[in-house]
């Protein structure tokens, strides 16, 4: 799994209240600690789901 957020992110946290190995809030906008994600797929699924402004892009492969 690989994550990205797009350049729309606000900064609301949404996404690291839900899963803080995973996303990190730096200078209002998300960032991605991609070491953590394994083991953390279905929280890293909500955080997207969450995010008010779909900024957090999943691939799978
Ligand atoms: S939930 Fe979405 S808008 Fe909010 S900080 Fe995370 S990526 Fe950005």
Same mark, same amino acid.
């Given at each position: 799994?690989?994550?990205? +957020?797009?350049? *729309? !992110?606000?900064? !609301?946290?949404? !996404?690291?209240?839900? *899963? =803080? /190995?995973?996303? /990190?809030? *730096?200078?209002? $906008?998300?960032?991605?600690? =991609?070491?953590?994600?394994?083991?953390? /797929?279905?929280? !890293?699924?909500?955080?997207?789901? /969450?995010? =008010?402004? *779909?900024? +957090?892009?999943?691939?799978? $492969?």
């Amino acid at each position: 799994m690989h994550i990205s +957020i797009s350049d *729309n !992110c606000v900064g !609301c946290g949404a !996404c690291s209240a839900i *899963n =803080p /190995e995973v996303f /990190e809030i *730096n200078r209002n $906008f998300a960032i991605v600690n =991609p070491d953590f994600v394994t083991g953390n /797929e279905d929280s !890293c699924i909500d955080a997207a789901i /969450e995010c =008010p402004v *779909n900024a +957090i892009n999943i691939y799978d $492969f």
